[in-house]
């Protein structure tokens, strides 16, 4: 697995604080990330691929601060962000997958090949002349899932993947990450979707309280957050 170290890490908006410095060194397959809104949760997964850049401290993946060599790591990490509509960039699903590999200089064979069996993967091959506009919800975020994978990225990261589906989409969408061999990380406010994960992280107000097996963690979340008045 790819490790991702975030060395005292910390970042501000505005000069006010959204994540306090953090230490934390990832390796294992499946990592979620949990708390409540407005924590810091995507400040921190968005440092990992340049998103976003630490005022103090630093991120490195595989040993390359994300600051001085982004473009590399880009090609490592991919990113499904909540709302698929907003990766849509083309008019059909075809297109829209292989618009992810413009910058691939690949052979059109091989870039077509790939298109045709992520598709194909993703039960997406029918709709490959439709608008992705028209798609289900759980059917888009499965096409934003492909436009990432057909990059074979190192590394996926899912920020809150689930939050416009209904109970079927979250889980068919529950069902595919399973299947993935990549590092996944996920944030996410579907506890049940951490189920088996490796290890689950979890911020409030701006700073990790708690890290550790996914059920440990999710429990004393739960508590903190029963315990708000």
């Known amino acids: 697995m790819p490790?991702?170290?975030?060395?005292?890490?910390?970042?501000?908006?505005?000069?006010?604080?959204?994540?306090?410095?953090v230490s934390l060194t990832l390796r294992e397959q499946r990592i979620g990330v949990i708390g409540a809104n407005g924590g810091g949760k995507s400040t921190l997964i968005r440092m990992i691929n340049g998103l976003g850049e630490p005022q103090s401290g630093r991120v490195l993946v595989d040993g390359q601060d994300v600051?001085?060599?982004?473009?590399?790591?880009?090609?490592?990490?991919?990113?499904?962000f909540s709302d698929a509509e907003n990766q849509i960039v083309m008019p059909t699903v075809?297109?829209?997958?292989?618009?992810?590999?413009?910058?691939?200089?690949?052979?059109?064979?091989?870039?077509?090949a790939r298109?045709?069996?992520?598709?194909?993967?993703?039960?997406?091959?029918?709709?490959?002349?439709?608008?992705?506009?028209?798609?289900?919800?759980?059917?888009?975020?499965?096409?934003?899932?492909?436009?990432?994978?057909?990059?074979?990225?190192?590394?996926i990261i899912a920020d809150e993947p689930t939050t416009l589906l209904d109970l079927r989409n979250r889980m068919m969408i529950r069902q595919v990450f399973a299947?993935?061999?990549?590092?996944?990380?996920?944030?996410?406010?579907?506890?049940?979707?951490?189920?088996?994960?490796d290890r689950v992280i979890c911020i409030d107000e701006h700073r990790v309280i708690a890290d550790g097996a996914s059920?440990?963690?999710?429990?004393?979340y739960v508590d903190l957050m029963a315990a708000v008045p």
């Open 115 to 155: 298109v045709e069996a992520i598709m194909e993967r993703f039960n997406l091959s029918r709709h490959a002349d439709q608008s992705p506009h028209t798609l289900s919800g759980g059917q888009k975020q499965l096409l934003a899932l492909a436009a990432v994978l057909v990059m074979e990225p190192e590394i």
């Open 67 to 80: 600051s001085s060599h982004g473009r590399a790591i880009r090609r490592k990490v991919g990113f499904v």
């Open 215 to 220: 059920a440990e963690v999710i429990q004393r």
């Open 179 to 197: 299947t993935l061999t990549q590092q996944l990380i996920v944030v996410t406010h579907d506890l049940d979707f951490l189920t088996g994960f």
């Open 94 to 112: 075809r297109e829209d997958i292989a618009f992810s590999l413009r910058r691939a200089k690949l052979p059109r064979e091989e870039r077509n």
């Open 3 to 21: 490790e991702i170290i975030f060395d005292a890490a910390s970042a501000s908006f505005d000069g006010v604080p959204v994540l306090e410095p």
